[in-house]
């Protein structure tokens, strides 16, 4: 059973362009929230999708998007790029039951650099 | 903003010895979880504690929380070299149905062969 699956795993970019990163849920997992994760810091949640509808969203501009396909993988775009940008870009699934687990998996992350 | 600050920042210990971090937090919360950050990769899951329980182990970890306190800590005993990591707390708020995790910047243990 394979977890949850991020590409590419680096990538290099230069100020102004734009970026789409991908993620595959883990299997039988419907929910995925994407985190941003600076050197040294902890992960902040850039946003959170569900039924291919944006559900939550964390402090971040406009210039941050996403979408999520009917087979639950997400896309996470950036345009405009900035030099802060260049973070670690986590993307995590987890299972909606209505219930209360809010057990996350995580993927390897996709390291994003902006030159 | 991050709703978690660990502390220490960083830990170094000999292998064996017990290392203890520790997580405080603002505002009411459903759970509390531990994860594990080995160089820069992706989170691993240690832990779920929930907000009406008080203590669970998990193999060498120990985790304890006190909401009056708005605190928690995690304990790993007999400590690896493989233990090395960054650890983080994450919340999930009480209100709404938010599923979000808030981190902490993390606390870097180091553990000594």
């Known amino acids: 059973d394979a977890g949850v699956t991020q590409s590419p795993t680096h990538l290099i970019k230069t100020r102004g362009q734009q970026v789409t990163l991908r993620c595959s849920p883990k299997?039988?997992?419907?929910?995925v929230s994407w985190y941003q994760q600076a050197l040294g810091q902890g992960p902040q949640f850039i946003f959170q999708y569900y039924e291919e509808e944006e559900r939550q969203r964390g402090n971040f501009p406009d210039r941050f998007s996403g979408h999520q396909f009917p087979n639950y993988s997400s896309e996470l775009n950036v345009n405009a790029l900035l030099l802060g940008d260049s973070a670690l870009y986590l993307c995590?699934?987890?299972?909606?039951?209505?219930?209360?687990?809010?057990?996350?998996?995580f993927g390897p992350g996709t390291r994003l650099t902006v030159t | 903003s991050q709703q978690g600050e660990e502390d220490p920042q960083a830990l170094s210990i000999q292998e064996g010895e017990n290392a203890t971090m520790n997580c405080s937090y603002k505002?009411?919360?459903?759970?509390l979880q531990w994860y594990r950050q080995n160089s820069g990769r992706g989170l691993v899951h240690l832990i779920l504690?929930?907000?009406?329980?008080r203590e669970k182990h998990s193999g060498r970890l120990r985790v304890t929380l006190d909401t009056s306190k708005k605190s928690s800590s995690l304990l790993i005993t007999a400590s690896r070299a493989a233990d090395t990591a960054s650890y983080f707390c994450?919340?999930?708020?009480?209100?709404?149905?938010?599923?979000?995790?808030?981190f902490g910047s993390g606390t870097q243990l180091t553990v000594l062969p």
């Open positions: 995590a699934s987890s299972f909606r039951d209505g219930g209360h687990t809010y057990e996350q998996y």
């Open positions: 505002t009411s919360i459903n759970n």
């Open positions: 994450a919340t999930v708020l009480s209100s709404g149905s938010a599923r979000q995790l808030t």
């Open positions: 504690i929930r907000s009406n329980e």
């Open positions: 299997s039988g997992h419907d929910t």
